[in-house]
């Protein structure tokens, strides 16, 4: 049984890399398959459809990407610290994709979101669950910042929706500009965004 | 010859229709021709490649939008006024499109940028064109706003991206749960970006 769910970490991995260059649609199991170096018949065997893969995708790099984020916004900094801390670890992984394969490939659940929401409920669903605990764990920090008087934004669940809103349209650009210096700006975005009363100039030591 | 400009007209449209439902990937030319009700010979006849037909969708989409957007951003109003204005048309823009066919379809060139900036550089060079025109747009009345003292931002061509990106970042959401009431946050959040003196209470009166 170890070589069989050896295949399915290859298809996975493949169909994550394929997914992320060109997108859900213009890929077949055909090529999932090659990339992964598996039969086709492996493919069936895990997956039945090729949408039940894109959940397996999606789930796989949440698990990783939720890790990571919650190593970041549990973390014992101050609270925007821990933002500032996010959009730079963001940054720092757009660079890393486009220096192994050349462009920026944005962020997979926005991808996805543009390319198959109004498609495929099963999908859409899922994306809204990642995105509604991504946006919870930024409200939690965004409350604890209120506690401490750092921000004066009042209402922290709709500010930690438009922060991640803003994560994402910067990375769109990020993407389409192929230059993840864009998400530089970011976290001063997010000081305006929450009406932090402490502005980039001494909030730039951290 | 009114009978074959027609067929052109006619395949544009069906196009524009079907990849802001499903994508540009996941259309084939037999399907587009169909939605014509046009004969392939014609779809060939008017564009050599799929990829030209994206790039004519894009310019005819940028052509109706650019209008619009002048009109809106060369008004007489007050400049974050005009801004205003341009966040209630494209809500309303995202209302009309979700009662015509049952989902919010979002931004056609947010949708071609994840989806495509990837894979083909004809379509990222012109998607990057618009999204340039519609910054130095926004940009234009925000150096307004700063002479007026409206605004406390400095750097005008920034910002102006940052309230591009968080169109689209909340774009990205109204299509993503289907709601167009994601987007009665723009004005705040464009507010907040850029440092405005006027703040939502007072600012409300337009």
């Not at 039969?39 to 895990?46: A, I, Q, T």
């Not at 609270?79 to 962020?107: D, H, I, N, W, Y």
């Not at 409200?139 to 500010?159: C, K, L, M, P, T």
Request: hydrophobic share 40%; aromatic share 6%.
């Amino acid at each position: 049984m170890g070589r069989t769910s050896d295949a399915r970490e290859k298809i996975l991995k493949a169909a994550q890399s394929l997914i992320e260059l060109r997108g859900y649609s213009a890929l077949g199991v055909a090529e999932i398959c090659k990339a992964a170096g598996v039969p086709k018949g492996s493919f069936y065997y895990f997956f039945e459809t090729k949408e039940l893969l894109a959940l397996a995708v999606i789930d796989e790099h949440w698990a990783v990407q939720r890790v990571a984020w919650e190593r970041i916004m549990r973390s014992d900094a101050q609270p925007l610290q821990r933002l500032r801390q996010l959009f730079e670890e963001t940054e720092a992984g757009q660079r890393a994709g486009r220096k192994s394969c050349g462009t920026v490939s944005g962020c997979l659940f926005g991808n996805l979101s543009l390319e198959l929401s109004n498609q495929t409920e099963p999908i859409r669903e899922r994306l809204q669950q990642i995105f509604d605990r991504q946006v919870e764990m930024v409200d939690q920090v965004i409350s604890e910042a209120q506690q401490q008087g750092d921000v004066a934004v009042v209402d922290s669940h709709e500010a930690a929706r438009s922060v991640v809103a803003q994560l994402e349209g910067q990375v769109l650009f990020a993407k389409l500009y192929n230059n993840p210096q864009r998400l530089e700006t970011l976290w001063s975005n997010c000081l305006a965004l929450l009406d932090a009363r402490v502005r980039p100039a001494t909030a730039d030591a951290h």
